[in-house]
Structures are given as structure tokens and as C-alpha cells.
């Protein structure tokens, strides 16, 4: 289901960037995961959707994946939020269906940014851009629920 999903479409403040090769990429990025959340994974759950629940899952993760791979390339990473919300969508997808070795990997790394000291650069607090509280403790739960679950089932 998608309780574990992060679902929030991700918005940036274009004033506040130089338009350059990272912002371009960037902005692709963020539009890659909006695609991929609105038109396919909450789709995924969908009863009145076309796609079959797979199909819609597994063209979320290559958007999910074509994302991850641009913010990998900016040369000064400048959206956490982003990033960590692509680990848990991620995560999720790959648990979703049954690829748990593959689930675990994206959110082991979810768990050390989330629980990296505040003085970690992945501890930015404030913008649109950066990880709320509330967001980092949501990220923690859902990393602990899926790998909970998958121990259950196994």
C-alpha cells in the first residue's frame, strides 16, 4: 500500500538558484519525480487505473531511477529533500515487489542520512528544499515498517 510512501510533490523556489548544468539537472530531477509519483506510482494503487499494478510500479522506478542518477551527478548536491524522498519511493517500490535485498540497500542509506547529527550536512532544516523534522522522522518510521514487515514475512 502507500502508507509508506512519501507523497508530497516536491516544489522548488526558482528565485532562489543560478540557472546552470546542477539547476537544470535539478529541475529535471523534480520533474522525473513528480511524473513518477502523480501519473504512476500512486496510480499503482488505483483500482480505476488501466496499467497493471506492476507495469505502473516498475515506470515509476525508472523515472525514480533516471532522478536519482541526476542528482548523483550535481557537482554541489542541493536537495536533500529530493534525494532522501527518491531512497523511500524507491524502497518502497523494490519492497512492493519483492525485491527486498534491493528495498534494504535504498533504505539502509535513507536511515544514515536521517540519522546523521545535526550538524551533518544532510540535517538542513527550514526550506522548501531541505528535510523538515517531521519529513526525517516519517522517512525513519518508514525504513523501520518495510524492513519489519519483510523480516515477518521471511
Wanted: aromatic residues 10%; negative net charge.
Amino acid at each position: 500500500g502507500t502508507s509508506n510512501l512519501f507523497t508530497k510533490a516536491i516544489t522548488l523556489d526558482l528565485e532562489q538558484f543560478n540557472y546552470d548544468h546542477d539547476t537544470q539537472a535539478l529541475f529535471s530531477g523534480v520533474i522525473m519525480f513528480n511524473t513518477a509519483l502523480t501519473a504512476f506510482h500512486l496510480n499503482a494503487y488505483d483500482p480505476c487505473h488501466s496499467n497493471s499494478r506492476t507495469e505502473s510500479l516498475q515506470r515509476a522506478l525508472e523515472l525514480y531511477s533516471e532522478a536519482t542518477g541526476l542528482m548523483l551527478e550535481l557537482s554541489s548536491f542541493q536537495d536533500f529533500r529530493l534525494y532522501m524522498a527518491l531512497l523511500n519511493n524507491v524502497g518502497h517500490i523494490y519492497h512492493e515487489l519483492g525485491q527486498f535485498e534491493r528495498s534494504r540497500k535504498y533504505l539502509e542509506q535513507l536511515s544514515a542520512m536521517c540519522l546523521m547529527d545535526e550538524s551533518g550536512s544532510s540535517c538542513l532544516f527550514g526550506s522548501d528544499n531541505v528535510v523538515a523534522p517531521e519529513e526525517k522522522e516519517q522517512f525513519l518510521c518508514n525504513c523501520m515498517s518495510l524492513q519489519a514487515s519483510h523480516g515477518a514475512a521471511a
